[in-house]
């Protein structure tokens, strides 16, 4: 099974022109991202360290400073250190964005890369497209086309190079938007970190 595989991707390779190697490294980019990006978000907004920092929040509302350090002691992900960084500075408006600012490169990490797949997949397909159908024209201009195939393959590298290109884009939009949703459900939790430390900062 593996090797029919094998031997389908090359294939889809040779009859896909040149274009398709760019489009497979691609591929393999934004595969690799989005699992790397799932992972990430599994752990930080998994349901139990949701509602472990909810309950943090309502403790750092309540003045307990302590036993909220016990509680992220050992605690690395971007809540963590939001919070570690809150309390062990004056968690005015300035240290606040300052402290999620921070954190921003972690959330956003390759969000521009896996956009920059959604834009450049399929205008490689169309570059592919181009580059077929000039070939197809050269077969037709150059001599007498006694073999369909000869025009076929320049067909087939137009076809399959623009499938190619918008299946890839497709493929990695839909992860791209879940990571962006992501992102400002963990930036409206850490306001509400932000609100806690603020709102303890206030009765001491």
């Not at 799932?38 to 509602?51: A, D, H, I, K, Y």
């Amino acid at each position: 099974m593996l090797n029919d595989a094998l031997e389908l991707v090359s294939e889809v390779l040779q009859r896909g022109g040149w274009v398709m190697w760019p489009l497979g490294v691609l591929s393999v980019v934004a595969v690799t991202l989005i699992f790397e990006r799932c992972w990430f978000w599994l752990r930080t907004n998994s349901p139990g360290r949701v509602e472990r920092y909810r309950v943090i929040g309502q403790s750092m509302r309540s003045g307990q400073a302590g036993h909220v350090l016990k509680m992220i002691e050992g605690d690395d992900s971007v809540y963590g250190q939001l919070v570690r960084r809150l309390l062990s500075e004056d968690p005015t408006d300035a240290a606040a964005v300052d402290a999620v600012e921070s954190q921003r490169p972690r959330l956003a990490r390759f969000m521009t890369t896996l956009g920059t797949i959604i834009t450049a997949a399929p205008m490689l397909g169309i570059l592919g497209t181009v580059t077929g159908i000039i070939s197809a024209f050269k077969v037709l201009g150059d001599q007498t086309v006694t073999d369909p195939a000869q025009v076929g393959s320049g067909i087939a590298e137009a076809l399959l190079t623009t499938v190619v290109g918008l299946v890839i884009a497709l493929v990695v939009l839909f992860p791209y938007n879940a990571f962006r949703a992501q992102m400002e459900r963990t930036l409206g939790r850490m306001e509400a970190l932000i609100a806690a430390a603020q709102s303890q900062n206030d009765k001491q």
